[in-house]
């Protein structure tokens, strides 16, 4: 089994920052891609960004790019979002969601969620 713990949640000013993080533990192989997705009250869940195991990140909306960096540490089977200039629209729960490969299995997994709370 793996476990995903996302940290870095919070309640932040419109302008401010916040460092998302997402470990993974359990019965790991190889991490692949790994990624940041949001809800917000009432909709959908929607993918922020992910990023391979070599380093190739997406961002789901360009407009992202400029304020929100993805970025992953193998060693720790960590991936972090790095969130600036943050704004009300951004108020979600985020999760993380990481492809899995242990010995028997390959599959996703999603942590639990982490609430990021922007006030104008």
């Known amino acids: 089994q793996v476990q995903l713990v996302e940290s870095g949640g919070g309640l932040v000013q419109a302008g401010g920052s916040l460092r998302l993080s997402c470990a993974a533990s359990g019965s790991i192989l190889r991490i692949n891609t790994m990624g940041w997705y949001r809800q917000a009250p009432g909709k959908q869940r929607e993918l922020v960004a992910h990023i391979t195991s070599s380093g190739t990140t997406n961002y789901a909306d360009s407009s992202l790019m400029g304020r929100f960096t993805i970025s992953r540490d193998n060693g720790k089977n960590t991936v972090y979002l790095q969130m600036n200039s943050l704004k009300p629209e951004d108020t979600a729960v985020y999760y993380c969601?990481?492809?899995?490969?242990?010995?028997?299995?390959?599959?996703?997994?999603w942590g639990q969620g982490t609430q990021v709370t922007v006030s104008s």
């Open positions: 969601n990481a492809d899995v490969s242990s010995r028997d299995l390959r599959r996703g997994y």
